[in-house]
């Protein structure tokens, strides 16, 4: 989905509303957002809102065809695989933690940081293992608790799928064409939820 999002900022940059001031500043939140921990998802809507709203006053045919983009990646198994990888929501798990009276404990601040650190530039469902262990000495603090379970219980519940997932991370980490089919198979597998561990094997 950031890749997407970022296509779609680099579209409107070279387009020919490069220079509307509304454009230039729905450029720069949209990259603040990405900068920030807000979310890949949220700014992906947000962009989405924004361009919306923009071409509903200036009708211009380079944002309708870029909003037309959306709705082909929202149907892609690229974005199916995105919505896998943060199945779980970890961040709803570490806004738990963030409203909670633990969250003064400087050695659980400082996790809850590190953890967000890592979001910017992992997959969520790779940090799912390390937000338990972080986190589970905490368990006595009920909102830490249900954080804590809710993401365990995901891991435990969903070995296969999380299987398949790291296998596809890893071979884009690999940054090699010679695994293009293997992960658009296995995505397409993933995305229609015909997997099993054999899968990868």
């Known amino acids: ?21 509304l454009v230039k500043v729905l450029i720069e939140s949209t990259n603040n957002s990405l900068n920030s921990n807000i979310g890949t998802s949220l700014t992906y809507e947000n962009l989405k809102k924004g361009l919306t709203e923009l071409n509903s006053h200036l009708k211009n045919e380079t944002i309708t065809n870029i909003l037309e ?3 082909k990646f929202e149907y892609s198994d690229e974005n199916r695989i995105d919505e896998l990888n943060r199945e779980a929501d970890l961040l709803s798990a570490i806004q738990t933690i963030k409203e909670s009276d633990s969250y003064s404990n400087p050695i659980i601040t400082q996790r809850v940081i590190m953890i967000e650190e890592s979001l910017k530039t ?30 365990s219980n995901y891991i435990n519940n969903n070995v296969e799928k999380l299987m398949v997932l790291d296998a596809i991370n890893s071979m884009k980490l690999s940054n090699t064409k010679m695994y293009e089919s293997e992960i658009a198979g296995l995505s397409k597998m993933l995305a229609k939820g015909s997997y099993s561990s054999e899968t990868i094997r």
Do not use: C, R, W
């Open 1 to 21: 989905m950031k890749t997407f999002i970022n296509k779609t900022l680099t579209a409107l940059s070279k387009s020919d509303v490069s220079d509307n001031s």
């Open 69 to 71: 983009q959306f709705g």
């Open 122 to 151: 992992n997959p969520e469902f790779t940090l799912y293992g390390k937000f338990v262990d972080m986190f589970k000495e905490f368990t006595h603090d009920d909102s830490i608790q249900e954080s804590v379970v809710k993401i």
